[in-house]
C-alpha cells in the first residue's frame, strides 16, 4: 500500500527545502518529488545503503565484532570517563536534540566540543564575533532582492534549489523571476555555439587562446540597465552558477581580500594607486561597485572559498564591512552558504547551551571557546587528546592523513547510519538512525530559522535515535563517576522523543484548556 | 628563585596560571607544591607534575624546564619579578601581563602577550601565531610593554594594537597589525601579504620585501625611521598611508632597496 507524504523537508543541504512529496510502499521511500538531484540520491536511494550498520561494533583483535547495544554503550562509556581529555567531534547532521544531550555529555566529560563548521563556515562566525552581521531570511531576499551576489561558491551543484527557490530564478513579490530570460540567453548561446563549429569547420582556423581573465555576459555598466534581478558571480574559475549569471568576475586565487578591500575603497569614494586588483582592471570594479551602489536591496552569499581560503575569517570580516558601507548608500545583506542541514543548528544549539558556537572546551569546568586553540583539526594536530567520539560525521573521508594518523592512537567512537570511511576504524561502532528519514527533530536553516523534519519512515529494530543512544552512554558515564566518588550533573535526562514509533510530540494538538465557570459566563 | 621541572612530558595540555612570581612570593615549597593546576580535565597540583627545588638566588624568580610544549597561561596577568622558560612554551604565555618580565628560550605558543599592558617578553626562538594580540572578537590589544622576538613570528601579529612595541628579528606572518590602533612593530626581514590591514594608527616598519594592499597610498620616502628611543633605522624608505578603506592615517615604512616592485608609486610623488 502506498502513501504520499506532503510537505516533507529535506535533510541535505542548509536550504532545508519543505516542499518535498514523498511517497512510501511497505515502509520504503520509492519515489520523491520536488527535490533535487542531490536530495534525491539520498532520500529515494543513499538512506537504504547495503554498507548500513544494524549492530552496534566493536574491535576485538583488530576485527569489529557484533555485540548488544547495553555492552558497546559501557564500553563507550569507559573509554569516555578514563580519558583526560576527550574531544567529542561532528553533530552537523544530527538534529538539535541530540545536540543538547551531547553539550551535557561534554560537560560532565570536561572534553573538547567542536562541530563540523571550524572546517566549513566557523571563519564566518568568529567573523560575525567581531564585527556584527547585517542579515536577512531567505524570504526576505527571495520577496525583495534585485542584485544578488554569490562570491566564491557555486550553488548550482551544493545548494541546487537556492537560486530557484530563494534568488534570482523564482518569483517574489516585488521582483520577478529571471527564469525565462536565461532560456532565452541559453538558446541564443547555444546557436552561436553552433554557428562557431561550423565556421570553424569551413575555415578550419586554430582556436584562438583564452585570456587568463575571461569575462562573460554584458560588460558591467550594462547592469544597470538591465530590468528585473540582477546576479554578478565571483569566483576563481568559471562555474555552472557561473553561466547562468548575468555577470561574471574571475579573480586570482587567494585574492578575495584584496579585491573587497578595492571594492570597499570605491564604495567610500577613496582613490586607488593600482591599475588592478586580483586580476581585475580598477575600472571594472568600479562598474560592480557602481551596480552595487545602485540597486534597491542587494544581497551578497558566500561559500567556502572564501571561509578556507589565504586569510580565512579576516576575509569574512572585510566582506560584512563590504556590506556595511554599502549600507550607508543602499540595502544590502550578506550572508553564508551553510553547507550540511543542520550546521548551522549545532552553532545555535551549542551558542544557546554555552555561550559559544563552536570550539569549546570544558576541561576547567565551564566552558572556554578559542577556535585555533580548541578546534578538532588544530587539537588533534598537537595530539593533545586522549579519547574521540565522532557522531554524524565522516572526518575520515574529509580529514589530512597527519589529523588522522593522531586521531588512531587513541580510542575511537563512532555513532553513523552507514559504514562510512570514520566507522570503519572505530573502536566503538554504534548504528544511528537517519534524522529527517526515520525521526523526526528541529533543524536550522542556513538563515538561522528553525524547521521541524518528519519521520517518513520506521527505522530498522534494534537501531536507537542520536539523542536516545547519547542520553545512554551519559547516564552510563555518570554511573561511572558515582562509583567512583566524583560529583556528576544533576539534570535529569529525558529525550524528546523517546519511544521512537510513535509521532514526535511536536506534531500533536495541544491540549485544549479546561474551561472554568469564570471563562465560561465570560463567554456567555 | 624557585625551579620548576617537568616530571615527565605531558600528552594532554596542562593550565597553569598559578605560576607567576605574585602567586609564588612568601609561600613555602609545600605551599606552592599544593596550589592547583589542571592536566585535560583531571584538578591536580603543582607538585604532581613539576619538581621543585629552592635556590637562595633573588633573580629570576621562577625557573621553568623540561618540555612544556603543552603547558598554557604560564605567567598570566603577573605585574613584577622575572620568569625564566628553558625550551618551548604554550599557548597563553604572560596574558594580561601587567609588568615584570618573561623571558623564553625556545619557541612561544599562540597568544603571547595577549592583552598586555607593561613588561617586557624576550623570546629566543620563534613566536607563534596571534602574538600580542587580543581574545577572539575583543579589540583590546597590547596597550603597552616590549615584545622582542629573535626567530619568526606565525600570522596575525599585533591585531588591534594600541601601543607599546614590538620587535622582530625574523619574518612575519600575514595580517601583522591588522586593525592596529597605535604603537610600533618593526620586522627586520619580509612580510607575508596583508600587512597594516584596516590599521587606523600607529607604525610598522618592514625591512625586507612586502605586499602592499590597494587601499595604501603612498605619502614619501623618508631617509630613515625611529623605532624607539633606542633605536632607528637606516633606509630610505617608502611611507604608506592608510588603511583608506577605514579612513585609517597608520603609517606603513617600507625598505626601498628591497622592494624594486613597487618602485611604480614614485610617479605618484
Redesign the interface.
Known amino acids: 500500500m502506498s502513501k504520499i507524504i506532503n510537505n516533507v523537508v529535506c535533510p541535505i543541504c542548509g536550504c532545508l527545502c519543505d516542499d518535498l512529496e514523498v511517497t512510501v510502499e511497505n515502509n520504503e521511500i520509492v519515489k520523491m518529488k520536488n527535490g533535487c538531484a542531490v536530495c534525491d540520491a539520498k532520500m529515494v536511494h543513499g538512506y537504504k545503503s547495503e554498507e548500513r550498520i544494524l549492530k552496534p561494533l566493536i574491535r576485538k583483535d583488530g576485527k569489529l565484532i557484533p555485540v548488544s547495544m547495553d555492552e558497546a554503550i559501557k564500553k563507550a562509556a569507559q573509554i569516555l570517563a578514563d580519558?583526560?581529555?576527550p574531544l567529542l567531534f561532528g553533530w552537523s547532521s544530527t538534529v538539535g536534540e541530540a545536540q543538547r544531550i551531547g553539550v551535557e555529555l561534554a560537560e560532565e566529560?570536561?572534553?573538547a566540543l567542536d562541530n563540523c563548521c571550524s572546517v566549513c563556515h566557523g571563519p564566518s562566525v568568529?567573523a560575525t564575533?567581531?564585527i556584527g552581521i547585517p542579515a536577512a531570511t531567505l524570504g526576505q531576499t527571495r520577496h525583495r532582492a534585485d542584485l544578488i551576489v554569490y562570491w566564491a561558491c557555486n550553488p548550482w551543484a551544493s545548494h541546487p534549489r537556492h537560486v530557484e527557490r530563494y534568488t534570482a530564478f523564482t518569483s517574489g513579490r516585488f521582483e520577478s523571476s529571471e527564469w525565462k530570460n536565461y532560456m532565452q540567453r541559453l538558446k541564443a548561446a547555444s546557436g552561436r555555439k553552433k554557428m562557431e563549429m561550423a565556421s570553424k569547420r569551413i575555415a578550419r582556423v586554430e582556436p584562438p587562446i583564452k585570456p587568463k581573465v575571461c569575462f562573460t555576459g554584458p560588460p558591467p555598466q550594462m547592469l544597470e540597465q538591465k530590468p528585473g534581478r540582477k546576479m554578478i558571480v565571483v569566483d576563481v574559475r568559471k562555474t555552472m552558477t557561473a553561466e547562468i549569471a548575468d555577470y561574471f568576475l574571475q579573480i586570482e586565487p587567494n585574492r578575495d581580500?584584496?579585491v573587497i578591500?578595492?571594492l570597499?575603497?570605491l564604495v567610500?569614494d577613496?582613490?586607488?594607486?593600482?591599475d588592478k586588483?586580483g586580476g581585475i582592471p580598477i575600472d571594472t570594479l568600479r562598474d560592480v561597485a557602481d551596480a552595487m551602489m545602485n540597486c534597491e536591496f542587494g544581497v551578497i552569499y558566500f561559500g567556502l572559498g572564501m571561509t578556507q581560503s589565504?586569510?580565512r575569517f579576516?576575509n569574512i570580516e572585510?566582506a560584512i564591512?563590504l556590506a556595511r558601507?554599502l549600507n550607508r548608500k543602499t540595502k544590502f545583506v550578506i550572508s553564508p552558504m551553510r553547507g550540511h542541514f543542520n550546521v548551522t543548528g549545532a552553532n545555535n544549539v551549542f551558542a544557546w547551551q554555552t555561550g559559544y558556537p563552536f570550539a569549546i572546551d570544558?576541561?576547567?569546568g565551564y566552558p572556554q571557546?578559542?577556535?585555533?586553540?580548541n578546534t578538532a583539526v588544530d587539537l588533534l594536530k598537537?595530539?593533545?587528546?586522549?579519547a574521540t567520539l565522532i557522531i554524524a560525521a565522516d572526518p575520515g573521508a574529509h580529514f589530512p592523513s597527519v589529523i588522522m594518523q593522531n586521531m588512531m592512537k587513541h580510542p575511537l567512537i563512532t555513532i553513523n547510519p552507514d559504514m562510512n570511511a570514520i566507522s570503519r576504524l572505530g573502536d566503538v561502532v554504534f548504528p544511528a538512525q537517519w534524522c529527517g528519514i526515520e525521526y523526526a527533530g528541529t533543524a536550522y536553516r542556513m538563515d538561522t530559522v528553525p524547521i521541524t523534519l518528519k519521520k517518513v519512515v520506521e527505522a530498522p529494530p534494534g537501531v536507537l535515535t542520536d539523542e536516545e543512544l547519547l542520553s545512554r552512554i551519559l547516564k552510563e558515564v555518570r554511573a561511572i563517576k558515582i562509583k567512583r566518588g566524583e560529583p556528576v550533573g544533576q539534570t535529569e535526562i529525558t529525550p524528546t522523543h523517546p519511544d521512537t514509533t510513535k509521532p514526535s510530540p511536536t506534531h500533536k494538538t495541544p491540549a485544549k484548556p479546561k474551561q472554568t465557570k469564570k471563562t465560561k459566563e465570560r463567554l456567555k | 628563585m624557585i625551579t620548576l621541572t617537568a616530571l615527565r612530558s605531558f600528552s594532554v595540555p596542562v593550565q597553569a596560571p598559578c605560576i607567576t612570581p605574585e602567586n609564588f612570593a612568601g609561600k613555602s615549597i609545600t605551599e606552592i607544591k599544593a596550589l592547583p593546576v589542571t592536566e585535560g580535565n583531571c584538578n591536580v597540583t603543582l607538585g604532581d607534575l613539576f619538581k621543585l627545588e629552592q635556590t637562595p638566588e633573588e633573580t629570576p624568580n621562577i625557573t621553568l624546564n623540561g618540555d612544556l610544549g603543552k603547558v598554557k597561561r604560564v605567567g598570566q596577568a603577573m605585574k613584577s619579578g622575572e620568569i625564566v622558560i628553558n625550551g618551548n612554551i604554550g599557548m597563553h604565555t604572560g596574558e594580561k601581563m601587567a609588568g615584570g618580565k618573561i623571558v623564553i628560550t625556545g619557541n612561544a605558543g599562540g597568544w603571547t602577550g595577549s592583552e598586555m599592558k607593561k613588561g617586557t617578553i624576550e623570546i629566543h626562538g620563534d613566536g607563534g601565531d596571534y602574538l600580542a594580540s587580543p581574545y577572539r572578537g575583543n579589540d583590546l590589544g597590547m596597550k603597552g610593554g616590549l615584545i622582542t622576538v629573535d626567530g619568526n613570528v606565525g600570522s596575525d601579529v599585533g591585531c588591534h594594537l594600541k601601543g607599546g612595541i614590538i620587535k622582530i628579528k625574523g619574518s612575519a606572518g600575514r595580517f601583522l597589525g591588522y586593525h592596529m590602533n597605535d604603537g610600533v612593530i618593526y620586522v627586520e626581514k619580509d612580510c607575508d601579504v596583508r600587512t597594516g590591514a584596516c590599521m587606523v594608527g600607529g607604525k610598522i616598519v618592514v625591512g625586507g620585501t612586502l605586499e602592499i594592499l590597494p587601499s595604501f597610498t603612498i605619502d614619501s620616502i623618508k631617509p630613515k625611521v625611529k623605532v624607539d628611543n633606542i633605536t632607528s633605522v637606516t633606509g630610505p624608505f617608502y611611507v604608506f598611508l592608510g588603511d583608506l578603506s577605514e579612513h585609517g592615517t597608520g603609517k606603513l615604512f617600507v625598505n626601498k632597496s628591497a622592494n624594486s616592485a613597487l618602485k611604480f608609486y614614485e610617479k605618484y610623488l
Do not use: H
Not at chain 1, 577613496?270 to 593600482?274: L, W
Not at chain 1, 571557546?369 to 586553540?373: C, V, Y
Open positions: 580519558a583526560k581529555y566529560l570536561g572534553s568568529m564575533q567581531e581580500y584584496e578591500e578595492a570597499r575603497c567610500t577613496q582613490e586607488i594607486d593600482v586588483v589565504l586569510g579576516r572585510i564591512a558601507d570544558f576541561s576547567q571557546f578559542n577556535p585555533g586553540e598537537r595530539g593533545d587528546n586522549d
